[in-house]
């Protein structure tokens, strides 16, 4: 998955009123400003109320759903091997959100300042904080893609990571 590949998606999202949020390798790239590695795959948050717009503006764009995880996450790929993992999540009032996981009494939290915005060549995206990405890279054996990005968050930020 290309940079120009994640502005397109996130700009034919946009033009579909889609709130979406970058997570993920791709996340952590727009926080820090710059592409660090190469992603096999776009992270996606997205507004579950918003799902049938986020599924047909991805169809329009060749993507097929390829694994159903409901209600904590979904994957559509497009024929050539390009991947999104998207995460349906419920808003509050407040502006935090959950996603279901597979502890239904433990879902996954998103406060609402975890709610940023980076850059991906030099355009705005709205991602996830460096605090809630740390959060998601917790509590499994990181793979060298996951060591990779926590320590860019380090070195950017200088912020404590679990590896």
């Given at each position: ?10 700009a034919?999202l ?10 993920g ?6 926080l ?16 579950q109320d918003?799902?049938?717009?986020v ?12 694994l159903?995880?409901r ?10 091997g390009?991947?999104i ?15 279901a996981s ?9 406060p ?17 904080s460096a ?21 860019q ?11």
């Open positions: 998955m290309t940079a120009d590949d994640v502005l397109f998606v996130l034919s946009q033009r579909a009123k889609a709130d979406i949020w970058v997570g390798g791709w996340g952590i790239d727009a820090i400003g710059e592409q660090t590695r190469g992603h096999r795959d776009l992270d996606l948050m997205h507004r918003q799902e049938a717009a599924l047909a503006v991805l169809s329009a764009a060749g993507f097929v759903e390829s159903n995880w209600p904590i996450r979904f994957v559509v790929t497009a024929p050539d390009r991947e993992d998207l995460h349906p999540l419920v808003f509050g009032d407040d502006g935090s959100a959950v996603q597979p502890e239904p009494q433990h879902p996954f939290i998103y609402s300042s975890c709610f940023v915005t980076g850059t991906i060549q030099g355009t705005p995206v709205s991602c996830l605090e809630q990405q740390v959060y998601f890279h917790q509590g499994y054996e990181p793979s060298e893609r996951d060591r990779h990005d926590m320590a968050l380090r070195r950017a930020f200088g912020i404590a990571t679990h590896f």
